[in-house]
């Protein structure tokens, strides 16, 4: 079963997206799909850094936003430039079973917890779910959805589980 061919029961209007599972390596770009199909979000890894870096682009190639490891900090962490504010995205706990902590510059700050290295996990706002990334959806291997609720801003969640997916990776 495909994200595409997922069935929900109501209609959120929740935003769905495809990725790819750390295919990505510093200088190689990748594609986010929307549910349809549609190339929505690039991918661009920056290899001439020093930190790891990355952009996201929508798809007429515009910079949404920009995510760059964080080194020498008690806990690995990852931030986030974004036109709307900027993000830390740290990790809270090793293991498995680790969560992450999104602290945002809006003081609405957001938890991930589940399985992470399984891409089985949850993006929460005060307890309320916001996010949720699963690799059931997919019969194609290397692959995980991410439904966005239709009042977040999908490019930062998206920036989000890249920062998630790059430090679950090290």
Same mark, same amino acid.
């Given at each position: 079963m495909g994200l595409?061919? /997922?069935? &929900? @029961?109501d209609d959120s209007g929740a935003q769905r997206y495809q990725m790819r599972e750390q295919l990505l390596s510093i200088g190689d770009?990748?594609?986010?799909?929307?549910?349809?199909?549609?190339?929505a979000f690039k991918v661009d890894g920056k290899a001439v850094r020093v930190r790891d870096t990355f952009v996201?682009?929508?798809?007429?190639?515009?910079?949404?936003?920009?995510?760059?490891?964080?080194?020498? /900090?008690? &806990? @690995?962490?990852?931030?986030?430039e974004h036109p709307w504010g900027n993000a830390t995205v740290h990790k809270a706990m090793v293991g498995i079973r680790a969560r992450f902590k999104i602290d945002l510059d809006?003081?609405?700050?957001l938890k991930a917890r589940g399985n992470l290295v399984d891409h089985?996990?949850?993006?929460?706002?005060d307890g309320d779910t916001v996010a949720t990334v699963s690799k059931k959806w997919f019969r194609v291997r290397d692959s995980y959805g991410v439904e966005i609720t239709s009042d977040e801003d999908a490019a930062l969640i998206l920036a989000i589980t890249v920062c998630i997916d790059?430090?679950?990776?090290d």
């Open positions: 595409r061919d /997922r069935r &929900r @029961d770009d990748y594609w986010i799909e929307d549910e349809s199909g549609q190339r996201l682009r929508d798809a007429a190639g515009q910079e949404v936003a920009k995510m760059q490891e964080r080194k020498l /900090r008690v &806990r @690995d962490s990852m931030e986030i809006n003081g609405t700050d089985e996990y949850e993006i929460e706002r790059e430090l679950t990776r």
